[in-house]
Structure formats: structure tokens, C-alpha cells
């Protein structure tokens, strides 16, 4: 990332705009530097106070199916209750327009408050608003805008787009805060504490409400049969800015209407305790405007009759609604769970992973819907790793969304004969030879890895040497500062062919029989690792054989090419379904694939093969461990004992993002545990490896940003008791604690296998 500026000079507006790879990559130079400690502290806050939250509700998985139904039914029936809502609107006195675009919306507004001779208005956040830059079409008509919500006073003192959906300024360090206020106002106050700042802030906002001549909201959900909007607030400001002025206008996306207000209680439920963990907000109002009520005036002023205007903005939603991947972002309630729950975002923010508007790994299908979709590019930063998905609460697959878009814009690229050729030697799909080289590279990491297991010391020699390095990062993007680990002289499957013993053993009849399928990041990666777990499911007493190695798809969803991911898939399938149709169980190492089997591949084989695979036992290793040893009464304390281990019994315990999502990473703490292990655990999200995305070129620094609370975890743990051995069980977060602890990692089948005699 080359670049001569200096990224504290880089200012968030002259970077929102994403279009240019430049200015994503700025961005997030400009954020780590900047803005990376505040915007860690807070989202992982709320992200701390989420988890604790949602543990409290006992019909918690019951709340978000019954939520993700509102949405899909509201959305399927939105025509009909748009009609239904402008009804409702009309017979409660107010008045209803739909806005096809932005600037229909932008000059609806104008006219009416136009209309009104309105000099002063005040506004509740709202991130629609941000969507139609309506502050910019009102003040150009010569109309003050008055932002009330403090974070978006901030914003507006500072000249900044929001970098979190709840949480505009969440960017923001207290002492930025008082030095930004120091430079725009002039003021004898210290401004040094949260509370004189607030303080000062609500003085300057209380003339606006007072002076104010309209009210601008938004909603965060409107009730097609009565016209009520539902609103959760933290300050109270979005209450007194629909309450105070006479004239009303409250401004939403179309996608935020529901059938009815006996919807708003699942939402109630979800919404604050999705994003920043509360049961309930500070404020939860329910209006049904226009307000009966007299409007404020001030002392000697008599208050003007009460106008309420409800302005729907389409925007591009029905396009997205017809769409048949990004409808599915019309389900989001905006609670930012998504945004809070993932590392990338957790260490740069929406100034990085966001764009005009929107941020996060929702943001991206946003951005694309209502703008365009190289506005999307920031999608880029979402590596798959999938924390978001079942932290939200109406269950939508963001990275799923995130593929299509990057797939969509590999589309865009222009064609060569370079990347034509790349892709028929290396086996990409026809369609997707148009990607750029660096992704087909990281698509088809198993043709090259094959080859260079097959001549592993001259690979190894000749992928160690700087000018070779070089090259690989010109041509394909892989960073030179990353250490690439050696190739082996076997594979797996060569290892587990070598051994016939292992073989024969593997058929004793009358115990469980599994199929450990050989996945390629393991077949050309860390053989041993496999041949480790295999001799760690024998001692457990499980007979198992090893799968063919072949490629599953994940590298090429990864990189948008899901044509390549889809055919990978396929393939697989035809090896697998015998086995499956056996009812064998399916034992899969690495946590990347695990996830693919149940459930990327939904999106990639057709409904009759992903029934078989959706009705299918695949488990980690670990976690079949662990459930046979429950089934059979066996006691692994007695096959596995920690006091024999040659690496000692205290153990730092990092488990993959994909496996948590999986549910398929507590087993591996308590037979470590029940073994006689002292396991400390990370409580990060994601290392920041994440397959290919560390060995990037333009994420190197982003992904060892995020590494580094994995790594400071790390450190705190030692600092407390000694030294641990390091343990992880994915091969990307094997790689990224190598790189940052400078240590041997093992996967936790090596450390139990080193029990054994
Ligand atoms: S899949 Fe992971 S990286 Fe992508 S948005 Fe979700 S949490 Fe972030
Ligand atoms: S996508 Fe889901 S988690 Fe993210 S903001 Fe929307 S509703 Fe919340």
C-alpha cells in the first residue's frame, strides 16, 4: 500500500466513496492509524454486552425465526402493504409520498418545509437521511439543519459520514471529541469529562428544539394497518423532535414496513439487545401521528396546528427486492450485531469496511442496492468468516451476500488472455476466468500446492527467495512480509498410504466407522496434522478411512468465483453421496470446509444433493470424539492424559471462527479440560488470517491489526501463569499466531496424539 500521504491527513469524507480500490485502501490506513482504538473498545463493547444479553432470552433462536418471517412475508407483501399503509396515513389526517429516488424524497421535503417558511429544523438520526443527502438538499434551499442526536452533532460539527449503523461517531475518543469542539467552538469550559461534553453539547441543541419550526425522524419500523411508527432511542431527542415542532416529517425506507403493530414486540425484543446489548433502550416510543397534543411554544408564542408527513423512500429497494440474492438485505433491522460481531470491523470501522452510507458486512449489499455496485467495493474486506450470521437476528447470510457481490463485480473486470489461460490451466469455470489473476491464484490453491508438493524442496528453495517473493506479489498480491510455511515432501493421503498398519487397524469391526475427508489445505498443507487426527479418533476407538483429496469450493467463494465453487462442490458430492447414503459419518478437520459442507453448500448443489448433505453428519473431530465417548461411557482422561504431553499441561486454546459458528469448538475445550489440560481461550472474533485474505498485498496490515488482540490475549495469559502452548484448529489461524507469536502452533489432535505412548 504505497501511498506518500500521510493517513492522519486523510479525512473520512475524501474516502467514503469506495468506487476506487485507492480509496479503500487509504481508508484503511487512515482508520488504523486514526481511528482503530475507539472503534475496537466500543464494538467490542457492544458486542461483549450482546452476547450477555441475548443469553438472557430463553426464546432467543425462537424470537429471530419469528423476525425473520415478519420481514420475508413483509417484504413479499410490500406493494400491498404500501397500499394498505398510505390508507392509514390519510385517515389518521397525515399525509403519505412515496419517493421513487433520493432526490424525489430530497425535494419532497424541501417543498414542504418550504411551504411552511421553515428556517430551523431539527433531526433524529436517521441513516435514511444520510442515504438522500438530504442535509445538503435543505441547506441549499437555505433551511439550517440541526443534527440532536449527540453522535450525529458530532458528525455534522465535524463534517463526517457515520462509521457504525447505531453508532455514528463511535470513531470518536473522548479526547478527539473535546479537541474537535475546542477547534469549532469557542468556549472557556474544559471539556474534559463525557459529561461536560454532553453537557455542552445538549445546551447548544436545547435552543434548537426551541426555536425549531419542523421535526425530521426516521423509524425504525411503521405498522402498515395503523400508521404507527415504532422508534428506540437512547437520548430522548428523537421524541422531542417528533413532539416539540408542529410539523412532522418522519423519513423510511419502504422495506420498513409491517403488517401490523403487534409485530413492533419481536423487534422490541431484538433491536437493543442486538446492538448494544440492552433489554430495552432508554426510550421506545410508539407514535400514531399526527399527534393530537398542541405542538410547543415558546413563552408568549402560540403553538401552531399539528402536520405530519410519512416519506417512503424506494431508492433502488424494489430493484433489490426482485433480486434474487440482495432481497435478502431488505430483511436487516439495522441493530449493527453484524458490525460489532466481526474482527475486520472491529479493528477499522465503517470508515474502512463501509461506504457513503452504509457499513459493515451488510453494508456492502446496501450500498449496491441503493447506489452502485462498486460502491460496494468495501465488501472486500468480508472474509467469510462468518460471526455475523448467527448473531443476527433475522438470520441473514451476509457473507453469502458479500460472495455475490465480489462474483458480481469479478464480472465487471475486463477480459485478457493472461487470466483466460491462468484459469483453464488452474480449473476455473469458464465464467469466472474474468477474474483478476491474484483472485484465480487464491481460488485454485490446490493445483498449485499439488505441484509443489510434488517437488516440495525446490519449491520450498525457490518460494524463499526474495526476488521470487517479489514477483508473487507483483503478479499475484501475495505479501512478501508473510511467511509462507514449507511445503511437505508428502502429502496426506501419501502419509496414510505409506502406513498400511494404520490401514488395517482402521477396519476393526464392531467399532463406530467414519469417513475423515482429506481436505486439500491439510492434503498439501499439514499432512501430520492429519495423520495426528486420524491416530487421535483410533486411540478414541472410531475406525476410520481417509477420503480421496480433492477440492470443497471454499477458496473460490471466498474470492467471489462461485461458478468454480459451485463445479468444486459438484465434484465432491459425486465422492462423498455413496458414503452419505451409508449414513457414515463425516469427519472434516478443517473448520473452513466443516462450514461449507453444512451450509455453503446449500447455495451450491442442487436441492436434491444438499437434502442428502443438509440430513448428513459432519463433525469435527473433537466433537465426534467427544459424543462417542459419551454414547460408549469411555473416560478420556484414561487414553488421553495431559501429565504425559511433552508440551506441558498449560494450553492457550484459539478456535476458528468457522468452527464456533458451527457450534463444533466447545468440545475441543472440555476433553482438553477432562484430560487434565489448563486451557486459557481467546475470546476474539476471528484471528484476522481468514484463508487468504492475511497473505494479501492490501490487507496485510488490516489483517495483523486484527491479529493482534488474538496475540495481546496471548501475552496476558503468559504474563499471568508462564508460558503455554499454543493451540488453534484451523490452518489460517495456525499461520497468523506463527506469524505474530514467532511460536510453533499445534492443533489440539497433536496435543492429545502427544499423550499417547
Ligand atoms: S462474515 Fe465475518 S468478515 Fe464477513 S461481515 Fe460477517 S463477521 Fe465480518
Ligand atoms: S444484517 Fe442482521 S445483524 Fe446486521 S444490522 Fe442487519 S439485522 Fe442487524
Known amino acids: 500500500m504505497g501511498n506518500l500521504v500521510d493517513p492522519a491527513d486523510i479525512t473520512p469524507r475524501q474516502v467514503a466513496n469506495k468506487s476506487d480500490k485507492k480509496a479503500l485502501l487509504d481508508a484503511i490506513r487512515m482508520t488504523l492509524s486514526v481511528q482503530s482504538p475507539a472503534v475496537r473498545r466500543n464494538t467490542q463493547t457492544f458486542n461483549r454486552n450482546r452476547y450477555a444479553a441475548t443469553a438472557l432470552l430463553p426464546d432467543y433462536d425462537e424470537l429471530k425465526d419469528r423476525a425473520r418471517l415478519i420481514k420475508e412475508q413483509a417484504i413479499a407483501n410490500s406493494p400491498e402493504l404500501l397500499r394498505q399503509l398510505e390508507a392509514a396515513v390519510?385517515?389518521?389526517?397525515?399525509?403519505?409520498?412515496?419517493?421513487?429516488?433520493?432526490?424525489?424524497?430530497?425535494?419532497?421535503?424541501?417543498?414542504?418545509?418550504?411551504?411552511?417558511?421553515?428556517?430551523?429544523?431539527?433531526?433524529?438520526?436517521?441513516?435514511?437521511?444520510?442515504?438522500?443527502?438530504?442535509?445538503?438538499?435543505?441547506?441549499?434551499?437555505?433551511?439550517?439543519?440541526?443534527?440532536?442526536?449527540?453522535?450525529e452533532f458530532i458528525l455534522q460539527v465535524a463534517d463526517e459520514q457515520p462509521s457504525h449503523i447505531i453508532a455514528p461517531a463511535l470513531h470518536y475518543s473522548r479526547e478527539r471529541i473535546t479537541a474537535l469542539f475546542k477547534r469549532k467552538f469557542t468556549t472557556d469550559l474544559p471539556l474534559d469529562t463525557g459529561e461536560e461534553l454532553t453537557v455542552f453539547a445538549r445546551e447548544k441543541l436545547r435552543q434548537q428544539f426551541i426555536a425549531a419550526d419542523a421535526g425530521i425522524s426516521g423509524a425504525n419500523l411503521i405498522a402498515a394497518d395503523s400508521g404507527s411508527l415504532m422508534l428506540v432511542e437512547s437520548e430522548g431527542n428523537i421524541r422531542m423532535t417528533m413532539t416539540l415542532p408542529p410539523l412532522h416529517i418522519a423519513l423510511a425506507g419502504i422495506?420498513?414496513?409491517?403488517?401490523?403493530?403487534?409485530?413492533?414486540?419481536?423487534?422490541?425484543?431484538?433491536?437493543?439487545?442486538?446492538?448494544?446489548?440492552?433489554?430495552?433502550?432508554?426510550?421506545?416510543?410508539i407514535l400514531h401521528p399526527p399527534l393530537k397534543a398542541p405542538s410547543f411554544a415558546a413563552p408568549g408564542k402560540t403553538a401552531k396546528p399539528r402536520e405530519f408527513h410519512l416519506v417512503l423512500i424506494d431508492n433502488g429497494r424494489s430493484r433489490m427486492r426482485e433480486d434474487p440474492i440482495l432481497h435478502e438485505a431488505l430483511y436487516c433491522i439495522r441493530c449493527s450485531a453484524c458490525l460489532n460481531s466481526c474482527a475486520n470491523f472491529e479493528a477499522v470501522g465503517g470508515h474502512a469496511f463501509g461506504g457513503e452510507t452504509y457499513s459493515g458486512g451488510i453494508g456492502g449489499s446496501w450500498e449496491a442496492g441503493t447506489g452502485t455496485l462498486m460502491n460496494a467495493r468495501f465488501s472486500e474486506l468480508c472474509t467469510g468468516c462468518s460471526r455475523c450470521v448467527t448473531q443476527c437476528p433475522v438470520r441473514i447470510d451476509i457473507p453469502w451476500l458479500n460472495e455475490n457481490l465480489r462474483q458480481r463485480m469479478n464480472a465487471l473486470q475486463p477480459e485478457s488472455g493472461v487470466k483466460a489461460a491462468f484459469g483453464a490451466v488452474t480449473g476455473s469455470a469458464p465464467e469466472d476466468r474474468i477474474a483478476p489473476l491474484q483472485k484465480q491464484f487464491f481460488a485454485n490453491y490446490h493445483v498449485m500446492a499439488k505441484e509443489a508438493t510434488r517437488f516440495s524442496s525446490l519449491s520450498n528453495a525457490v518460494?524463499?527467495?526474495?526476488?521470487?517473493?517479489?514477483?508473487?506479489?507483483?503478479?499475484?498480491?501475495?505479501?512478501?512480509?508473510?511467511?509462507?510455511?514449507?511445503?511437505?515432501?508428502?502429502?496426506?493421503?501419501?502419509?496414510?498410504?505409506?502406513?498400511?498398519?494404520?490401514?488395517?487397524?482402521?477396519?476393526?469391526?464392531?467399532?463406530?466407522?467414519?469417513?475423515?475427508?482429506?481436505?486439500?489445505?491439510t492434503n498439501y498443507g499439514s499432512p501430520e496434522r492429519g495423520m495426528a487426527a486420524m491416530r487421535m479418533l483410533r486411540a478414541a476407538g472410531v475406525n476410520v478411512e481417509l477420503s480421496p483429496s480433492l477440492p470443497d469450493g471454499r477458496a473460490a467463494l471466498s474470492q467471489g468465483m462461485i461458478a468454480t465453487a459451485s463445479q468444486q462442490a459438484n465434484g465432491l458430492a459425486k465422492t462423498l453421496l455413496p458414503y452419505l447414503e451409508k449414513?457414515?459419518?463425516?469427519?472434516?478437520?478443517?473448520?473452513?470446509?466443516?462450514?461449507?459442507?453444512?451450509?455453503?453448500?446449500?447455495?451450491l448443489l442442487d436441492a436434491t444433493t444438499w437434502e442428502k448433505f443438509a440430513r448428513a453428519s459432519f463433525l469435527d473431530p473433537l466433537q465426534l470424539v467427544l459424543s462417542v465417548a459419551k454414547e460408549r461411557g469411555t473416560d478420556l482422561s484414561q487414553i488421553f492424559r495431559a501429565g504425559k504431553s511433552p508440551h506441558g499441561t498449560l494450553v492457550f486454546y484459539h478456535s476458528h471462527c468457522q468452527q464456533r459458528s458451527c457450534d463444533a469448538a466447545w468440545q475441543t475445550i472440555e476433553i482438553l479440560r477432562s484430560c487434565g489440560f489448563d486451557v486459557v481461550t481467546s475470546s476474539v472474533e476471528c484471528?484476522?488470517?481468514?484463508?487468504?485474505?492475511?497473505?494479501?498485498?492490501?490487507?496485510?496490515?488490516?489483517?495483523?491489526?486484527?491479529?493482534?488482540?488474538?496475540?495481546?490475549?496471548?501475552?496476558?495469559?503468559?504474563?499471568?501463569?508462564?508460558?503455554?502452548?499454543?493451540?488453534?484448529?484451523?490452518?489460517?489461524?495456525?499461520?497468523?499466531?506463527?506469524?505474530?507469536?514467532?511460536?510453533?502452533?499445534?492443533?489440539p489432535v497433536e496435543v492429545l496424539v502427544s499423550t499417547l505412548d
Not at 719 to 739: F, Y
Open 90 to 151: 390519510r385517515a389518521n389526517g397525515g399525509h403519505f409520498y412515496l419517493a421513487k429516488t433520493a432526490t424525489d424524497a430530497d425535494r419532497y421535503i424541501r417543498d414542504v418545509l418550504l411551504r411552511h417558511e421553515a428556517k430551523l429544523v431539527v433531526k433524529g438520526k436517521s441513516i435514511t437521511s444520510e442515504e438522500i443527502k438530504l442535509n445538503h438538499a435543505l441547506e441549499a434551499a437555505g433551511i439550517t439543519v440541526a443534527e440532536t442526536d449527540l453522535a
Open 255 to 285: 422495506e420498513k414496513v409491517v403488517p401490523s403493530r403487534t409485530d413492533f414486540g419481536t423487534f422490541i425484543e431484538l433491536l437493543p439487545r442486538s446492538g448494544t446489548g440492552q433489554p430495552l433502550t432508554s426510550y421506545v416510543s
Open 463 to 521: 518460494t524463499g527467495l526474495p526476488f521470487v517473493r517479489g514477483l508473487m506479489e507483483n503478479f499475484v498480491g501475495l505479501d512478501r512480509r508473510r511467511k509462507l510455511p514449507p511445503f511437505p515432501s508428502k502429502t496426506w493421503e501419501q502419509l496414510h498410504r505409506d502406513q498400511p498398519g494404520d490401514r488395517a487397524r482402521s477396519t476393526n469391526p464392531g467399532l463406530p466407522h467414519v469417513l475423515m475427508f482429506a481436505d486439500v489445505f
Open 583 to 603: 449414513g457414515t459419518v463425516i469427519c472434516v478437520l478443517e473448520p473452513s470446509v466443516l462450514a461449507m459442507f453444512r451450509s455453503d453448500y446449500e447455495h
Open 687 to 747: 484471528c484476522g488470517m481468514a484463508g487468504s485474505f492475511g497473505y494479501k498485498r492490501d490487507y496485510y496490515e488490516l489483517s495483523m491489526a486484527v491479529g493482534e488482540d488474538l496475540f495481546a490475549q496471548v501475552r496476558a495469559a503468559e504474563q499471568e501463569g508462564g508460558q503455554r502452548t499454543l493451540v488453534a484448529s484451523g490452518t489460517s489461524c495456525h499461520e497468523q499466531l506463527w506469524a505474530g507469536m514467532g511460536r510453533e502452533v499445534l492443533h
